[in-house]
């Protein structure tokens, strides 16, 4: 299987993986007041550093998917140093959370009756009379 070996600065890292994903990330978030010319939303706005090591099951037909995190949102600050090694392995690290992923809904006339519901909620937001 495929896997991510993720390290922070000297820290121990950890193995992401699992036979049966379909999506495996590690994502560096850099989020806020990211330079001198960046307008902030609230007036005590600052960056906000974070890194999140995650996936998505693809298992067979009848069995729950799942979004799985090994690292979840880990504060960062301006010097860290990351790591990520893409390899193939036979043995990675536990998930430390499993999340029920929500059922994609490939019936077209139920999504159309939800595409209606929700223009018809909110048509006289947007809409003029």
């Given at each position: ?46 960056a906000d550093l ?80």
């Amino acid at each position: 299987m495929y896997a991510l070996k993720v390290q922070v600065n000297d820290e121990a890292s950890i193995i992401a993986g699992a036979d049966d994903l379909g999506v495996l990330h590690a994502t560096v978030n850099c989020v806020g007041m990211l330079g001198k010319s960046s307008r902030p939303l609230r007036e005590d706005e600052s960056a906000d550093l974070f890194i999140t090591v995650g996936g998505l099951t693809a298992r067979a037909s009848g069995i729950t998917d799942e979004h799985l995190t090994w690292m979840s949102q880990k504060p960062l600050k301006i010097g860290d140093v990351i790591s990520v090694e893409v390899f193939d392995t036979i043995n990675a690290d536990a998930p430390v959370l499993g999340k029920e992923a929500e059922k994609r809904k490939h019936d077209e006339r139920e999504y159309f009756e939800h595409c209606k519901k929700v223009y018809l909620r909110l048509r006289a937001q947007y809409e003029p009379q």
